[in-house]
């Protein structure tokens, strides 16, 4: 039986003033993941979970159908001392409801729930799996990336982000990499040892100057920025070490590899990064979910922002109520109208699409 659109965005915002007031700092989730637990159960819908990470799966479950997972995390960041609204409290004031996690991502982790709860039981083309996770803001072992397995093959994932229900169709990933530039020890008077400080200089300097070729029409040049160094014990040693590190936002035109293959090529230091994981991702302009959003109006860019996109490895958008720019900013908030928008817009994007 379908449910009114404006009953759905009723039960979505009950619910996001109840996450609002229950916190869930990453890794620190499990009073909200019991809340979304409660629910899908009181909608009669059986959750899954795992850990902090809660999902639930359409009725008509048909292998030989592709499967299309909704997805947005239900952790916050720590609130600054800026704020002033209590932030773990939801204000409502008129059309505008103010409170941690409101905005980034509450309005699209209910929303998502609401066109689950749309399309549960009713005849699709798709599978449909909706998964609202934990550890998004620290891009956590325990988050979405620990379920991906479980929930077996996906052929198009919706990343639920404040996008102002615009489609993100490519989104840059996180490289991070140390390296340590090493030469010999000797006294600063003499000519002795070899310095590893202009080994790094050397090294910096290559990393400050170079561009990969291929530029990514929605994202721009893969990003090089070194941030941080460190050498040396006292003004007379010449230091046989430098660390320094490596802020690299790729894009779609390389994979975290290349970029690290090309790097080590090209410089004098050690590199290692700290994780290979977080790659850019998209969806091709041509793709039927792409053009089904443009001829409803929906504008395309590249997000610079990072998502539990950078963790999957199919397809994705990433579209949402709100705007990111409120996203880690004090006294965060989201408009009730926004949800109501951006639930009605989920729904019609994904009724009747097809892969």
């Known amino acids: 039986m379908s449910i009114p659109i404006a009953q759905l965005a009723d039960d979505a915002i009950a619910l996001l003033r109840q996450l609002i007031e229950t916190q869930s700092f990453s890794r620190e989730e499990a009073g909200t993941a019991d809340l979304l637990e409660a629910f899908l159960r009181r909608h009669g819908i059986a959750p899954r979970r795992a850990g902090n990470n809660v999902w639930a799966v359409s009725q ?8 299309l997972l909704l997805n947005s995390h239900h952790d916050t960041v720590k609130p600054g001392p800026s704020w002033t609204y209590p932030p773990l409290v939801a204000t409502l004031e008129g059309d505008r409801l103010t409170g941690l996690g409101s905005n980034d991502a509450g309005a699209s982790a209910v929303s998502l729930l609401a066109v689950f ?14 998964a609202i996770t934990a550890e998004e803001e620290v891009s956590g072992a325990s988050g979405v990336r620990s379920i991906l397995p479980e929930l077996g093959k996906i052929d ?3 990343v639920g982000e404040p996008t102002g229900m615009h489609a993100a169709v490519a989104e840059k990933g996180l490289l991070v990499l140390d390296g340590v530039a090493r030469g010999r020890t000797g ?6 040892g070899d310095n590893a400080l202009y080994k790094a200089l050397d090294d910096i300097a290559w990393l400050r100057s170079y561009q990969f070729p291929r530029v990514s029409e929605l994202l721009g040049p893969v990003k090089l920025t070194v941030t941080q160094i ?3 014990t006292q003004h007379n040693v010449v ?8 802020d690299v936002r790729p894009t779609e035109c390389y994979s975290n590899e290349e970029i690290l293959a090309t790097i080590r090529a090209h410089v004098q230091a050690e590199i290692t990064a700290r994780s290979m994981h977080l790659q850019s991702s998209g969806l091709p302009l041509g793709h039927p979910l792409v053009r089904k959003a443009v001829a409803m109006g929906k504008t395309t860019y590249g ?9 999957m490895r199919f397809p994705t958008l990433k579209l949402g109520p709100g705007d990111s720019a409120r996203s880690h900013a004090p006294d965060e908030y989201i408009l009730l109208s926004e949800i109501r928008a951006g639930i009605a817009d989920y729904i ?3 009724t009747g699409f097809e892969f």
């Open 60 to 67: 008509n479950w048909d292998e030989t159908k592709p499967t």
């Open 117 to 130: 709860r749309h399309f549960y039981d009713q005849p699709t083309a798709f599978n449909l799996i909706c």
């Open 156 to 158: 198009l994932g919706i």
């Open 187 to 192: 006294h600063a008077a003499r000519n002795e």
């Open 230 to 232: 460190s050498a040396g």
């Open 239 to 246: 230091p046989d070490e430098c660390r320094y590190v490596v």
């Open 303 to 311: 997000s610079p922002t990072l998502s539990d996109q950078a963790l």
């Open 348 to 350: 019609a994007l994904l």
